[in-house]
């Protein structure tokens, strides 16, 4: 089996071999599916009180790898994109290799400007991900205090990747090639875990193709070197990052078959994944500000998710848009329209979607770059969210059902499980004494509701000056507390949250939303 892999790097295949490159690449698939596996493995034993927020972070992230992993052998019949080297290593191997059980002085060193080149995200991080594996097991069976180094370098239009173990080394008469140009190492193992280890080396060459590898090894160390084309396609960053994501989520959204009814915790799993789209989505948007007016693109997109118009009608609007690349056009329309649809199916199938609140507002936690607004209806726990630099709060009440006086305003940012990043809280306006105690019950309510979600008795509460304070007396927006303690707090305590407005305030300040 092993040698018919090698001859599938060496030929391009026909009708007649599709089904065999397809079992052997669903082979390749199962191995690092397995090395996977065992690193979230690694990261569940690691858990602490200390580190959680950035373990969870990197599971969350693995999880999303291993499932586009499993799809993809599909790859091969798309279109490449961009890949930016710097921030798969960042992203990927660095946190996996922190996480190996096998302790690694790990030496980092990206000298480049531009890290971009032409390839699939996914192939590429299995690759290199294959590559530090074998190191590690290389220094694992030596036995002696680990060192790795990786570095990116620019050489004319090139970018080489070096990555560099003290590990055992590879023996020498395995580093011949043979007559095709492979290592003889390719497809073997020395291991004696699990048969089918050498498909590892099957996939990095079939990854980078024999011509772009390099290999120098001996009983002190193994060195890689990959080398790949410069692209000058593009050097928006951040146009490639959005351009790599956007390649993760067309994988992401096959997860579920939408057909048949979702076990709770993969109700779960399908919010968290549904909210990572809708976070890609205020990013997106963000990109048409050049030309468009930004709030006006998330208003009709909102009232579209919210069941405001059609297909037909999104999709001339969407195109109709000013942007400096037309394929955001065509990312928006499409992602647009699966949230909509991803988010009816939610509602449509979960018995009771209020059980869910917990999931749909923690999952706003992974926008960690983001500022996020909520609106909120105290009574019951509903709200709707997005990325402020997107919406008011006010774009909200129409679709909770409710005038803004019973509603309230919010804001958070990053994870909502760190009790020092406090949630803020506020109302629009107050009109008399007893409006502005009837808003502080209020907002007990709401936050009561919010710890039912899950949220700790120890996150910290802020509150947002008033909007349109038309009383002499306001909320105090210098105050600070914890959920819990205000929830326990009576009716006459709640009082000693308030201060006098300030007179500019009470005659004639409106504060914008």
């Given amino acids: 089996m092993i040698l018919a892999q090698k001859e599938q790097l060496l030929k391009k295949p026909g009708e007649d071999d599709l089904l065999i490159q397809e079992t052997a690449e669903i082979g390749k698939t199962r191995h690092d599916a397995r090395k996977l596996i065992r690193l979230l493995s690694h990261m569940v034993d690691s858990l602490s009180a200390e580190n959680c927020d950035k373990i969870v972070e990197d599971i969350n992230r693995e999880t999303t790898t291993l499932i586009n992993m499993v799809n993809y052998f599909r790859d091969s019949r798309k279109i490449m994109h961009e890949v930016n080297l710097r921030d798969l290593i960042l992203d990927r191997i660095v946190p996996f290799v922190q996480a190996s059980p096998i302790k690694c002085c790990l030496q980092v060193k990206l000298n480049t400007k531009n890290a971009t080149v032409l390839g699939y995200h996914e192939n590429i991080g299995r690759a290199i991900i294959n590559i530090v594996s074998n190191s590690i097991d290389a220094i694992e069976e030596k036995g002696i205090k680990g060192f790795l180094k990786i570095s990116l370098a620019e050489r004319n239009e090139e970018i080489i990747l070096s990555i560099r173990d003290n590990g055992i080394g590879i023996d020498s008469n395995l580093l011949k090639k ?49 080398r790949f084309q410069q692209s000058h396609v593009q050097t928006d960053q951040r146009f490639v990052k959005m351009n790599r994501r956007f390649n993760e989520f067309k994988d992401l959204w096959e997860k579920f078959n939408l057909a048949q009814p979702l076990k709770r915790t993969e109700n779960i799993t399908y919010i968290w994944q549904l909210r990572k789209m809708e976070i890609f989505m205020f990013d997106l948007i963000l990109m048409f500000s050049n030309y468009n007016n930004i709030r006006s693109i998330y208003r009709t997109i909102l009232g ?210």
């Fill in 178 to 226: 043979d007559d095709a140009g492979l290592p003889l190492f390719v497809g073997k193992t020395t291991k004696s875990r699990l048969a089918g280890e050498g498909l590892g080396t099957v996939q990095i060459y079939s990854a980078f193709g024999a011509e772009n590898i390099s290999i120098q090894s001996s009983p002190t160390g193994t060195g890689w070197k990959i």
């Fill in 304 to 513: 579209y998710i919210e069941n405001e118009g059609g297909n037909r009608k999104l999709k001339e609007f969407v195109y109709s848009l000013r942007s400096e690349r037309d394929v955001l056009k065509e990312w928006l329309y499409e992602i647009v329209k699966d949230i909509k649809k991803r988010k009816n199916y939610l509602m449509d199938t979960v018995g009771d979607i209020d059980t869910y609140k917990g999931a749909r507002l923690k999952s706003y936690g992974q926008a960690i770059e983001n500022v996020i607004i909520f609106t909120m209806d105290p009574e019951t726990g509903d709200f709707l969210a997005s990325d402020r630099k997107l919406a008011e709060h006010l774009d909200f009440a129409q679709y909770l059902g409710k005038p803004r006086n019973e509603l309230l305003r919010g804001e958070f940012t990053g994870d909502i499980n760190n009790d020092k990043k406090p949630i803020a809280l506020g109302v629009w306006n107050i009109e008399s004494e007893e409006d502005l105690k009837s808003k502080l019950i209020m907002m007990r309510q709401a936050a009561d509701k919010i710890l039912e979600m899950g949220i700790h008795k120890d996150k910290c509460l802020a509150f947002y000056q008033t909007t349109y304070p038309n009383h002499s007396r306001d909320i105090d927006s210098d105050r600070s507390t914890t959920f819990g303690k205000f929830t326990a707090m009576n009716d006459d305590e709640l009082m000693g949250f308030t201060r006098d407005a300030d007179d500019n305030e009470f005659d004639f300040l409106m504060q914008v939303d």
